[in-house]
Structures are given as structure tokens and as C-alpha cells.
């Protein structure tokens, strides 16, 4: 039986905790630490390439980069020309250099507009010739002669080569790559809280939106929606933001809560409250958490489709919104769900990942999170991986349209 491929994904991030983009990779190939083969890299690049093509929200991410790792014996053919080159940066292992015609096949996708990425080299030892063509060059944070390499890139002179750090798994280890001024891939540490005083209570904005969400919830007059958001007019302004920058193909842009409510119905309403509920926190919450939480949301959405109803699978946005609103908030899950009357459903996926709604939440959810169990949970939903890494990349694409 062929094993089933799914796309995971790791966050790249500036000094400041934004999102710049995402390198995407098999599992199978993330799990097992080797390069890709020929084939598998083929592959990924075919997979992606036809979701940019066959889907508009897809291509270009938004102005984020997307990174794939592509051994350099297919920079020379034509299977890189599948995809655009515009916020695409191809990755490179050092040991590829060695290569015959290595420089030469990366002068080639450079020419062509990608950018290169330069992966486990040594860089005091680094031909020189290859530095024109590299974008970014990669430096695990763990290696014992990070201080050398560091000195290394420094005397190149080239601060058009961005320098990007790996294996970074503490926040200690992000701030100080951010303050020389690092990029950093940041795996599953942006889902770890910084250390910090926790905040249990609920701010007034957030107390507003909570009684804006049971007010959706028991259809509500919209005039009297309106008097309540009236209170706070960053919040109205937020909330239209959003609906706004989602694309719904309206035609027009969403005047009003009115103008929403009479467009897009109350259901929709609701997971528009959810997002602003969680951008509404005074704790300081990393960007790419927030970003996480939206990802997420929509990833559940997406896979629900199909086998739940309609606004069942709104609900999945709620929940995989919400099941990341705890460290959004800084609050516990148990508090803000004494705070906020949610659905039997949605509560039980939160708490323990069952119910109907459960199931689809802790698979976006170990997409996410490179879980090895990924695979089953698929299977027993009946669900296939072309299925899951489409509305993996729908659900990123779509997030990045999202004006958070």
C-alpha cells in the first residue's frame, strides 16, 4: 500500500515575530531528517505548483515566500518552471555544491527570479563563487560552532543574503537571533507560551464582543447589535476590516453591521466576532499565533466541508479558532469558556477533541503540528491526503488575505 503524503508546514519569522512565510515539506521527509529525493521533491513541487495555478487565493500567498527544498540535479531541468517565481525560494543542502554544474544550475533558477536558500553548509570553507547566487543562507542555532559561522557570513560583505536560523525551540534562542538581526524557522515554539504573567481576566473590548457573539447566537435584533458595538468604535472598525479583506466575491464593500447581516446572514457573523474577540488581547501575543488560530479555524472549516452541514462546519472555525484563544487571551481555557456560551459540540472539541466536531479539529490540528498519528486520523475519517494538503493550502492562502 503506498504510504500517503501530506504537506506540513514551518513558519519562518522576522525579529519581530511576523509571519514572512512558510517552508513547506512532506512529513515523511520532515520526520526522517534526510534531503528529499529526486522524486519526492518533484513531487512537492508539482503539488504545489498546481495549487497555485488551479486556485487564486493560493498564488502568491499574499507576498509571503514559501520555501521548498529541491535538490540542484532539478534546477537545470524544467521541473522547477511549474512554479511561479515570485516568492518562491528554493532550498539547497551545502554537500549539492559539490555537485558538477552546481553554481552554474543556481545562477539559472536566480536568472529566472527565485530566490536560493543555502542549507547545512559550512561557511568558513564556502567557494565564493556560490555567493551571488544565494538569497538566504541557514545556521542551526544548536551547531557548536555557531559563533564561527556567524563570523563567517559577517565577513562576506553581502547583506543582500539574509541570514536565517535553525532548530530554534526556545524563545531565549529566538531573541537573541533577533538581535543580530536573524530570521528564524521556529518549528512548534510560536505555540509555546513566552514566559510572562497570565492575564484572567477579560478586557472591556473583549467583554463587548463576548455579548456581541450571544447576541448572534440568539438572533438578535441588528439595531440592537449595533447599539452595543456603538460602545466601541475600533471594534466596528476591526470587525468590518476583517469581513472586508475575506473575499467573499460580494462586489461591493460591507458599510455596516447592517450591510454584513443582510449580505453574509448571522452565521458568518459569528466566526467574525471569534477573530476579533482574539485580536482584542492586551497580552502582547506573538503575530504568527493569532495568524496560527486563523489557519487553523479555516483548515477545520475546510475539511468539514462535505461531510457536515453548512453551518456545522462554520462551527469548526469557531472551534479551531478557539482552541488556540487560551494563549491568545492568556487566560485559561476553563475561564473563557465559563465567559463565552458555546455549543455542547464545540465545548467538547475544545476540551477533549470529541464530539462531531472533535475529529476534524485534531486533524488540522496534527497537520499542523507534524503529528505522526496524522495518517490514521485521516484514515478514520475517510479523508485522503490530496484532500487534507488542499485544504491545507487553501486554508493558508486564505489566512494571509485576512488584515489582522
Known amino acids: 500500500m503506498q504510504q500517503e503524503l501530506f504537506i506540513v508546514r514551518e513558519p519562518l519569522l522576522n525579529t519581530q515575530e511576523r509571519v514572512l512565510g512558510y517552508e513547506l515539506a512532506w512529513q515523511h521527509v520532515i520526520n526522517g531528517g534526510a534531503a528529499p529525493t529526486e522524486a519526492e521533491a518533484t513531487e512537492l513541487v508539482h503539488f504545489v505548483a498546481a495549487e497555485m495555478s488551479d486556485n487564486d487565493d493560493v498564488a502568491p500567498l499574499n507576498d509571503h515566500l514559501v520555501f521548498l527544498e529541491v535538490p ?9 518552471d511549474f512554479l511561479p517565481s ?6 539547497v543542502r551545502g554537500a549539492d555544491l559539490a555537485m558538477p554544474g552546481a553554481i552554474e544550475s543556481l545562477a539559472t533558477v536566480r536568472a529566472k527570479g527565485f530566490g536560493v536558500c543555502l542549507r547545512e553548509a559550512n561557511l568558513p570553507g564556502l567557494d565564493k563563487a556560490v555567493l551571488p547566487h544565494l538569497s538566504y543562507v541557514e545556521l542551526p542555532v544548536t551547531a557548536g560552532d555557531f559563533a564561527a559561522q556567524l563570523q563567517a557570513y559577517k565577513a562576506f560583505g553581502m547583506p543582500a543574503i539574509k541570514l536565517i536560523a535553525r532548530q530554534v525551540s526556545t524563545w531565549q534562542a529566538y531573541d537573541l537571533c533577533a538581535s543580530v538581526g536573524m530570521f528564524s524557522f521556529v518549528g512548534k515554539l510560536h505555540l509555546s ?7 484572567r481576566d477579560l478586557n472591556p473590548a473583549q467583554t463587548i464582543i463576548l455579548q456581541l457573539m450571544d447576541m448572534v447566537r440568539k438572533n438578535a435584533d441588528v439595531k440592537q447589535l449595533e447599539g452595543v458595538l456603538k460602545r466601541d468604535a475600533a471594534l466596528s472598525y476591526k470587525l468590518l476590516r476583517f469581513i472586508n479583506s475575506a473575499g467573499f466575491g460580494l462586489g461591493c464593500e460591507i458599510q455596516s453591521l447592517k450591510h454584513a447581516v443582510t449580505m453574509l446572514g448571522y452565521s458568518p457573523l459569528y466566526r467574525w466576532l471569534a477573530l476579533l474577540l482574539a485580536t482584542a488581547t492586551t497580552t502582547g501575543y506573538s503575530p504568527v499565533l493569532l495568524q496560527t488560530a486563523v489557519i487553523r479555524g479555516r483548515f477545520a472549516e ?22 488556540l484563544l487560551d494563549k491568545l487571551l492568556g487566560v485559561p481555557m476553563e475561564d473563557i469558556l465559563e465567559k463565552i456560551q458555546l455549543s455542547e459540540p464545540v465545548t467538547q472539541a475544545l476540551l477533549s477533541r470529541e464530539g462531531i466536531y472533535g475529529p476534524f479539529l485534531a486533524l488540522a490540528e496534527a497537520s499542523e503540528l507534524n503529528n505522526k498519528e496524522l495518517e490514521r486520523m485521516a484514515s478514520s475519517l475517510c479523508i485522503s491526503g490530496s484532500r487534507i494538503n488542499d485544504c491545507h493550502l487553501s486554508a493558508l492562502a486564505w489566512a494571509q488575505n485576512i488584515e489582522l
Not at 515570485?86 to 532550498?91: E, R
Not at 462535505?306 to 472555525?317: D, I, S, V
Open 72 to 80: 540542484v540535479g532539478l534546477m537545470t531541468g524544467n521541473t522547477v
Open 86 to 91: 515570485k516568492g518562491v525560494v528554493l532550498v
Open 193 to 199: 507560551p513566552r514566559s510572562g504573567q497570565r492575564v
Open 302 to 323: 475546510l475539511i468539514g466541508q462535505g461531510f457536515l452541514p453548512k453551518n456545522e462546519a462554520e462551527n469548526l472555525f469557531v472551534a479551531g479558532m478557539f482552541s
